[in-house]
């Protein structure tokens, strides 16, 4: 079985629309990461949490909102979807002894459209 | 100017041949340096990590840091079809957070 695991692998939503992205892992990491990946612009992160009670915004946080519901699970919102959050979205985990260098393990992604 | 540089290819060799990817950074506070390997439709995986200037070999990889430059290289020696995916630099200070290259498209021709 998958260590991070993403749902839903597609969506397809219209301008407007909440949508909810869940992330769940088995990994016992105490760190999640929410990133969104665009040709040409590269992997960008939009929100980071150390533990259940502590969330932080990233560089691209803006029309986005997460919660952490447990240590396993990191979910991220579009409250009201618009065409430019169209992208591949994925999920990461890192833990206090991936080393200095903070190693991250990924989910499969999240392929969003917004129409 | 940005503070990594990645030529986003994409490249296109046959299977046998040497592959040469590169990156360049800004930021003289980096000190761990990483390739993740990215397959269609998967997340990244870390290939390799270090943190100090000179070379270091894993299989078929060697990944190589000249701190003075501010440039890093990953070599792929006898290159494999399974060796064709995005290939990402990627750069972390003290504060572990880590600072993205944009990613080289590879392709090896069987």
């Known amino acids: 079985d998958a260590d991070v695991t993403q749902t839903p692998r597609n969506r397809i939503t219209k301008t407007g629309k909440r949508i909810m992205l869940e992330c769940s892992q088995t990994k016992g990491h105490d760190r999640m990461y929410w990133y969104r990946q665009d040709p040409g612009l590269g992997l960008r992160l939009i929100y980071y949490s150390f533990d259940v009670k502590d969330i932080n915004k990233g560089e691209i946080s803006d029309g986005y909102s997460v919660s952490r519901q447990a240590q396993a699970k990191f979910s991220l919102s579009l409250e009201s979807a618009i065409p430019n959050q169209t992208a591949l979205y994925f999920c990461?985990?890192?833990?206090?002894?991936?080393?200095?260098?903070?190693?991250?393990?990924f989910g499969p992604g999240t392929r969003l459209t917004v129409l | 100017q940005k503070e990594v540089e990645q030529d986003p290819g994409p490249l296109s060799v046959p299977e046998g041949a040497i592959v040469s990817l590169n990156c360049t950074y800004s930021?003289?506070?980096?000190?761990?340096f990483m390739w993740y390997r990215q397959y269609s439709r998967k997340g990244p995986e870390l290939l390799m990590y270090?943190?100090s200037s000179g070379n270091k070999e894993d299989g078929r990889f060697t990944a190589q840091v000249d701190k003075s430059s501010k440039y890093i290289s990953l070599f792929i020696r006898d290159s494999q079809p399974s060796d064709s995916a995005t290939y990402l630099c990627v750069y972390a200070g003290n504060n572990r957070k880590l600072i993205w290259g944009l990613g080289t498209s590879l392709a090896v021709n069987p």
């Open positions: 270090t943190y």
């Open positions: 990461a985990t890192s833990g206090p002894r991936e080393g200095p260098y903070n190693e991250q393990f």
């Open positions: 930021n003289s506070a980096f000190q761990y």
